[in-house]
């Protein structure tokens, strides 16, 4: 095979709303620079737009337009996966959906040499069957001659901050884990830096979460962030990078901030609209804290030692750098035997 065949990079990109949108202006941005990426692929939910030949990828510049002329219909899995058949060498797919039946492809895709790049959780925080075949898939440098795909999803805890990378490289050169812990959810930093700031003011709960729905950090139905299951999803990525067999995010508790009451009210809007009935409760967990001289945050953790997980509230010194996170960022402490009792910390935007 030529040479310039050989450094040829064909990407599909499944998920193209916000942060595949997002996804593919970087990539537009740095194209110039690598002319020897293609983009072959771009997949909504609703439609698809795929190049006719290889040899003719589509524009980076143009592939938002071109999606919304296009008449071709939304591609099933088998559809997906059929389309690497028919691709040369050095397939990337980038999933940037959260659905569970793209991450369910991920082994078929890696043993078949196609590269996966994806924030998507399911896979690697779902059933613990799924995480071992994706893990025994995907390419590994310790076992020569190797064929498979590559596989990353840094974005699935942290968003943009290097917390996967971090803790692979503490393991790969021999140190040893002994604690996680953190505020994991830029949602839940947000709420609570508003709500119980260091100072002693915030506003009240309900108040704090219309105000996080409204400026775009919560979901659309904000229990889907109060439930606590975003962290957890989390934990379990980090717990198993560590070597703990976490069967799923039923196996540790994790503490729901959703009144038992609206747990079943049909929509968000009636949700919110409910909620001030409940602001006691929590105004009681902020009094609480503060009697102590302390702040309360919403956190996960993972004793590696005693393998236990745990998500949920937590009260903390208000010297205490997760007690002094800004606006919505996100704060990962890793306490190892390297770094002792002064963690490693990662902090930044969430």
Same mark, same amino acid.
């Given at each position: 095979?030529?040479?310039?065949?050989?450094?040829?990079?064909?990407?599909?990109?499944?998920?193209?709303?916000?942060?595949?949108?997002?996804?593919?202006?970087? /990539?537009?941005?740095?194209?110039?620079?690598?002319?020897?990426?293609?983009?072959?692929?771009?997949?909504?939910?609703?439609?698809?737009?795929?190049?006719?030949?290889?040899?003719?990828?589509?524009?980076?510049?143009?592939?938002?337009?071109?999606?919304?002329?296009?008449?071709?219909?939304?591609?099933?899995?088998?559809?997906?996966?059929?389309?690497?058949?028919?691709?040369?060498?050095?397939?990337?797919?980038?999933?940037?959906?959260?659905?569970?039946?793209?991450?369910?492809?991920?082994?078929?895709?890696?043993?078949?040499?196609?590269?996966?790049?994806?924030?998507?959780?399911?896979?690697?925080?779902?059933?613990?069957?799924?995480?071992? #075949?994706?893990?025994?898939?995907?390419?590994?440098?310790?076992?020569?001659?190797?064929?498979?795909?590559?596989?990353?999803?840094?974005?699935?805890?942290?968003?943009?901050?290097?917390?996967?990378?971090?803790?692979?490289?503490?393991?790969?050169?021999?140190?040893?884990?002994?604690?996680?812990?953190?505020?994991?959810?830029?949602?839940?930093?947000?709420?609570?830096?508003?709500?119980?700031?260091?100072?002693?003011?915030?506003?009240?709960?309900?108040?704090?979460?219309?105000?996080?729905?409204?400026?775009?950090?919560?979901?659309?139905?904000?229990?889907?962030?109060?439930?606590?299951?975003?962290?957890? #999803?989390?934990?379990?990525?980090?717990?198993?990078?560590?070597?703990?067999?976490?069967?799923?995010?039923?196996?540790?508790?994790?503490?729901?901030?959703?009144?038992?009451?609206?747990?079943?009210?049909?929509?968000?809007?009636?949700?919110?609209?409910?909620?001030?009935?409940?602001?006691?409760?929590?105004?009681?967990?902020?009094?609480?804290?503060?009697?102590?001289?302390?702040?309360?945050?919403?956190?996960?953790?993972?004793?590696?030692?005693?393998?236990?997980?745990?998500?949920?509230?937590?009260?903390?010194?208000?010297?205490?750098?997760?007690?002094?996170?800004?606006?919505?960022?996100?704060?990962?402490?890793?306490?190892?035997?390297?770094?002792?009792?002064?963690? /490693?910390?990662?902090?930044?935007?969430?």
């Amino acid at each position: 095979m030529p040479r310039e065949e050989l450094n040829q990079i064909y990407i599909a990109v499944v998920g193209a709303g916000g942060v595949g949108r997002h996804f593919l202006n970087q /990539l537009a941005a740095i194209a110039p620079k690598y002319p020897n990426i293609h983009l072959l692929l771009v997949a909504r939910s609703t439609k698809s737009l795929a190049a006719p030949d290889h040899t003719k990828p589509l524009s980076f510049q143009t592939w938002e337009a071109d999606l919304e002329k296009s008449t071709a219909p939304a591609l099933d899995n088998d559809q997906i996966a059929n389309f690497f058949y028919k691709t040369p060498r050095h397939c990337v797919i980038v999933d940037n959906t959260s659905n569970q039946d793209v991450a369910d492809l991920y082994p078929q895709f890696l043993y078949s040499e196609v590269s996966v790049v994806t924030p998507n959780k399911k896979g690697f925080s779902g059933y613990l069957g799924l995480w071992k #075949r994706i893990e025994d898939a995907a390419f590994h440098h310790l076992y020569p001659g190797q064929v498979r795909g590559l596989l990353y999803h840094e974005s699935s805890v942290g968003a943009g901050l290097p917390v996967i990378s971090t803790l692979k490289d503490l393991i790969d050169t021999g140190d040893k884990v002994q604690k996680i812990e953190g505020v994991f959810s830029g949602t839940m930093s947000f709420l609570f830096n508003n709500f119980a700031p260091v100072d002693g003011k915030g506003g009240k709960w309900s108040a704090e979460v219309a105000k996080a729905k409204e400026a775009g950090y919560t979901e659309p139905d904000p229990r889907d962030d109060l439930n606590g299951v975003d962290v957890a #999803r989390k934990l379990v990525i980090l717990a198993r990078i560590c070597g703990l067999e976490i069967e799923s995010t039923d196996s540790f508790p994790v503490q729901s901030l959703i009144p038992v009451e609206l747990e079943s009210v049909k929509s968000g809007d009636k949700f919110m609209e409910k909620l001030p009935q409940y602001d006691s409760s929590m105004e009681e967990v902020k009094n609480e804290a503060v009697k102590e001289g302390k702040v309360v945050r919403f956190v996960g953790s993972i004793d590696v030692g005693k393998k236990a997980l745990k998500v949920g509230l937590e009260k903390f010194d208000k010297g205490h750098p997760i007690a002094g996170l800004k606006g919505s960022d996100n704060i990962i402490s890793f306490y190892t035997e390297r770094y002792g009792a002064n963690p /490693l910390i990662v902090q930044g935007a969430g």
